[in-house]
Nanobody, 125 residues
Framework: DVQLQASGGGLVQTGGSLRLSCVVS????????IGWFRQVPGREREAVSC????????YFAEDVKGRFTISSDNAMNTVYLQMNGLKPEDTATYYC??????????????????WGQGTLVTVSS
């Protein structure tokens, strides 16, 4: 079975940091890309970042560039989203998802095959 396990969310103050983890099982890790998406109630799920495991290419949404980084530990089949300089508008449930191949120039949720369960990030002002 394919499983993505997201974790690392929590409550932080403005300017704080969190590191989200996405552990992948049941897939060949080196032929996929992992995207991080976020969603708030009443709004569509939006792409935050993506990492193509094969070549390391990345995508970042404009409003997180310079604050978020994405990396992987291939031995552990894990992708990390390091979030620094958090703002209240970053508050959302964050999901990781997999797609075969590479990150697209603008990742769309419907393109992704498998999803983790979501982890809640709350940034207080």
């Amino acid at each position: 079975d394919v499983q993505l396990q997201a974790s690392g969310g929590g409550l932080v103050q403005t300017g704080g940091s969190l590191r989200l983890s996405c552990v992948v099982s049941g897939l060949s890790f080196d032929v996929i890309a992992i995207g991080w998406f976020r969603q708030v109630p009443g709004r569509e799920r939006e792409a935050v970042s993506c990492l193509s495991i094969y070549d390391g290419s990345t995508y970042f949404a404009e409003d997180v560039k310079g604050r978020f980084t994405i990396s992987s530990d291939n031995a552990m089949n894990t992708v990390y989203l390091q979030m620094n300089g958090l703002k209240p508008e970053d508050t959302a449930t964050y999901y990781c998802a997999s797609i075969f191949g590479y990150c697209s120039p603008y990742p769309l949720a419907y393109e992704y095959n498998n999803w983790g369960q979501g982890t809640l990030v709350t940034v207080s002002s």
